[in-house]
């Protein structure tokens, strides 16, 4: 039978994409009306209809960002950029809608301030091979996509602003909904995913009340959003409540010269992203300075996120779906120091209080290398490898199916090549390591690949299509991955030769049990 190659009928009007063999591509689909304007700062509001054939051949542009360092490990060359930037990309090899194929939507990380859904890391032209229709996904970022103001809060029906960015995640959710039969997609079978702030994000998707349906199993990679409520954010560890949220947005606007809202919406893009709280106009680097985060996470709105991610499990209130949830083994390898090396003892015995003494037991520092070395391995721990856990232990506590995992190949990172983020002998799997084997997108860099390599990606895409199919990762002949059970904790060790086992670093992973509770304490 030959088919249309390049045309699918969206709700909105018809795309044009290419072929690449038997996957079709289309780039840069409009899933919502463009953010600007006296749009900036509203919920996404619906894409119009157009007339005649949309070419959908080139990625969208990505959301206002500063731009990595080219000597950072997650820069693969410039991208255009725009407040006009919600656009979501589709990989198929679905030749009409009577094929239901399972579909991935896939959250891009980056900490809410950078990054986007063109990155050749997702890639979904291998996925889509195996028979799953990939989504990417362009979101409001940093201060664009998550800042809280009183004059915002007055305007919305609900008395309440920020997470534009979680509103846009849920519009592109909806628009798979209204849209995937057209490119071979089952809108029944939809899992959502992400890695880092794509993991918090899906993650909080999963407290949203008005998500519920739109998604049937996640998966999370590096990260989830368990902490407790804070003052601040920017750590990863925790919310920020509305009040808290609305008076930063009061001091960055104070420091910007801006009063209303109107005036607000009147600054150019770039200069609300690279301010500083303190009036300072920055390149915004990576890492971030001081002072930035806390205008750009998510909040506790009392509307669109009613309670904070934590609690919401807790009480078993979450998305009742299947979820794969683990992190790399050398999380923390490329994340800056979270407490300076210079002062790593003071502010540890600060902030770890009664618990600094078995800290010290279960990450030695006896050199300036290991306090270094432990000290990224503070927030890596904290903020990906417990968060993790913490999401799997208390979806399988409330009955619902877990599998938990480690990915521990360690990609082939030239040796003589170091990167802003560490040197590259000390990066072993590290943060986002995992996604090239998931995509299998290894040919985005050209190192040393080994057949290790391919075989690890091998099982975790199996693996992973088994789970987006069916809900279940197990099957084909792949050793079998245990569901995870909070009293006897295992995971699946994901590898060229993965196997089955308890969770590794329990005591060191644990130990944020405390230090997590002592903070909701101090709420």
């Known amino acids: 039978m030959k088919r249309s190659a390049d045309r699918a009928w969206t709700a909105s009007g018809v795309v044009i994409g290419v072929a690449d063999g038997d996957v079709r591509v289309f780039r840069g689909i409009p899933y919502a009306a463009a953010p600007t304007g006296a749009l900036r700062w509203r919920p996404p509001a619906a894409m119009l ?41 589709v990989w198929t090899a ?16 980056g900490a809410l301030e950078i990054g986007s859904g063109a990155l050749p890391l997702s890639d979904g032209t291998e996925l889509a091979r195996r028979g799953v229709v990939v989504v990417t996904v362009n979101y409001r970022l940093g201060r664009l996509g998550y800042l809280a103001h009183p004059a915002l809060s007055v305007e919305s029906v609900h008395g309440s602003s920020g997470n534009y960015g979680l509103m846009d995640q849920l519009a592109a959710l909806r628009w798979v909904q209204d849209n995937i039969r057209a490119f071979g997609g089952d809108p029944d079978a939809v899992t959502l995913a992400g890695q880092s702030a794509g993991a918090m994000s ?37 919310m920020q409540d509305l009040a808290a949220a609305e008076n930063s947005g009061v001091r960055l606007s104070a420091a910007i010269g801006a009063r209303t809202a109107d005036e607000l919406r009147a600054l150019p893009a770039a200069l609300v992203q690279a301010v500083t709280i303190d009036g300072h106009v920055d390149a915004v680097p990576s890492p971030r300075p001081p002072g930035r985060f806390d205008t750009s996470w998510l909040i506790v709105d009392g509307t669109l996120l009613p309670s904070d991610v934590s ?5 078993a209130r979450q998305a009742a779906v299947p979820m794969l949830t683990g992190s790399t083994a050398d999380d923390w390898s490329i994340m800056p120091p979270l407490w300076a090396v210079e002062d790593f003892e003071a502010t540890a015995r600060r902030e770890l209080e009664a618990n600094y003494k078995r800290f010290t037991k279960l990450f030695p ?11 990224r391995q503070v927030i890596g721990y904290r903020n990906f490898i417990w968060q993790n856990f913490a999401a799997a232990r208390a979806h399988a506590a409330a009955g619902h199916a877990a599998w938990h995992y480690r990915f521990e190949q360690v990609p082939p990172v030239p040796r003589d090549q170091s990167y802003v983020e560490n040197t590259a002998a000390e990066l072993g799997a590290y943060h986002a390591s995992d996604v090239y084997y998931l995509f299998g997108t290894m040919s985005a860099r050209p190192w040393s690949w080994t057949e290790q390599d391919h075989a690890a990606s091998e099982h975790m895409m199996r693996y992973w299509v088994r789970f987006m199919t069916g809900g279940d990762p197990n099957g084909g002949g792949d050793p079998f991955w245990h569901r995870f059970a909070p009293a006897a904790p295992t995971s699946m060790h994901l590898r060229a030769d ?16 405390r230090y997590f509770d002592s903070k909701n304490d101090d709420r």
């Open 365 to 375: 520092t006896d050199s300036p290398a290991s306090t270094e070395r432990v000290a």
């Open 49 to 89: 209809s157009w007339a005649g054939d949309r070419p959908a051949t080139e990625f969208g542009p990505r959301c206002v960002q500063a731009d990595r360092r080219a000597d950072s490990i997650g820069f693969f060359g410039l991208e255009r950029q725009s407040e006009d930037c919600l656009y979501l990309n």
């Open 202 to 238: 899906t993650s909080a998707l999963m407290a949203v009340p008005a998500a519920a349906g739109l998604f049937h199993r996640v998966a999370l990679h590096s990260g989830a959003t368990f902490g407790p409520v804070g003052d601040t954010a920017g750590t990863g560890d925790r």
């Open 94 to 109: 679905g030749v009409s809608g009577h094929d239901r194929l399972p579909v991935l939507v896939w959250l891009h990380g």
């Open 311 to 315: 609690t919401v499990f807790r009480q």
């Open 498 to 513: 993965p196997y089955a086992g308890p969770t590794p670093d329990i005591a060191r992973i644990t130990f944020w049990d």
